[in-house]
């Protein structure tokens, strides 16, 4: 697969972009992540006309609209910011990115409770960045998270699980379009979907059975969204466990009966949070390969992002 371009906040990359002329360098992103994308990085700052060093700014005033304000001089910057992120983000669209990842706490890049100052010089963290709202306002569904919120391994894996997929169905948009290409994707894709959102995984199943009748563009449309919308909705150990008990059924004719007892009983100690999400995925693994399950083996939830990155270790 081509690597996978993601929108970054330029500091988290080393960049000397920040207020005070320093970066915050994340080696994940540089060293782990980076082997599999390309960076695109973006610091609104700099790049809407503010230098290095400069006076460092906050939000303050109402948080769903506050302004964007420099610290000392208490200059509002809000207007050149907006009109310069709106610029932007047409712009961006040209990038065919995966997803970006902002900088937390930012003013600027924030994408969650950042502080907004009141009247009295009091804060509340219920802010967003100016540039991280209209981005995330224009690309509605496009996978985003802060670089904070990435130190959550559970919150990590359900990111990066996300722009993986999208750089799947990217690849199918590449394609001439086709039913079948929709359809070979969903069934590829359909334990992972269930993983995500067994409600979703109904509504795509029927989509799918209606392919036939419904005008092409309308069926990639439809698709995208409810495969946006799913990989939105977080994993969890009880939503995992029931896909890991759906895929046993697959085997049912095949796995011994110790073979059984020993499956399920490392399903309850994952369901349990005894172990980790690696555990069960393993054994799963390799009864696949073994009985060579031929629905199975093409399901992307068995391997959805590189192993080098062990994501499913600490979930
Ligand atoms: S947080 Fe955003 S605006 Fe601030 S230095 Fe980093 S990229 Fe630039």
Redesign the pocket.
């Known amino acids: 697969m081509e690597k996978i371009r993601l929108g970054i ?3 988290l990359l080393g960049e000397n ?2 207020y005070d002329g320093g970066h ?1 360098l994340d080696r994940f992103f540089t060293d782990t992540l980076g082997q599999y994308v390309q960076y695109v990085p ?5 790049e809407c006309g503010l230098g290095v060093p400069r006076e460092s700014m906050h939000l303050e005033g109402d948080p769903d609209s506050p302004r964007l304000i420099t610290s000392r001089t208490n200059r509002d910057m809000t207007e050149c910011m907006v009109r310069w992120a709106k610029r932007c983000v047409v712009e961006i669209g040209e990038e065919d990115l995966c997803g970006f990842i902002f ?1 937390s706490d ?1 003013p ?2 924030g994408m969650e409770r950042v502080k907004v100052y009141n009247e009295k010089g009091m804060p509340v963290k219920k802010g967003v960045g100016i540039f991280a709202k209209i981005f995330m306002e224009h690309f509605l569904l496009l996978p985003v998270e802060d670089e904070g919120r990435l130190h959550d391994p559970k919150l990590r894996e359900n990111f990066i699980e996300r722009i993986f997929a999208l750089k799947r169905w990217r690849g199918v948009l590449g394609k001439k379009a086709n039913r079948g290409n929709v359809v070979d994707f969903h069934t590829k894709h359909k334990l992972l979907i269930l993983s995500h959102s067994p409600r979703h995984y109904q509504m795509m199943g029927k989509l799918i059975s209606q392919a036939k009748d419904l005008p092409l563009k309308e069926l990639y449309r439809q698709y995208q969204t409810f495969l946006m919308e799913s990989m939105q909705l977080k994993t969890t150990t009880r939503k995992n466990a029931n896909v890991l008990q759906h895929m046993m059924r697959y085997f049912k004719e095949q796995l011994s009966s110790d073979e059984k007892q020993e499956l399920l009983e490392v399903i309850d100690h994952y369901r349990k949070e005894y172990i980790p999400f690696i555990v069960p995925m393993t054994l799963i693994n390799h009864f696949v390969r073994k009985y060579d399950q031929p629905y199975l083996k093409q399901q992307v939830y068995l391997n959805p992002h590189p192993l080098e990155l062990q994501l499913r270790n600490h979930v």
């Open positions: 906040s330029t500091c972009v920040r915050k973006v610091c609104p700052e700099v900088k930012s600027s890049c």
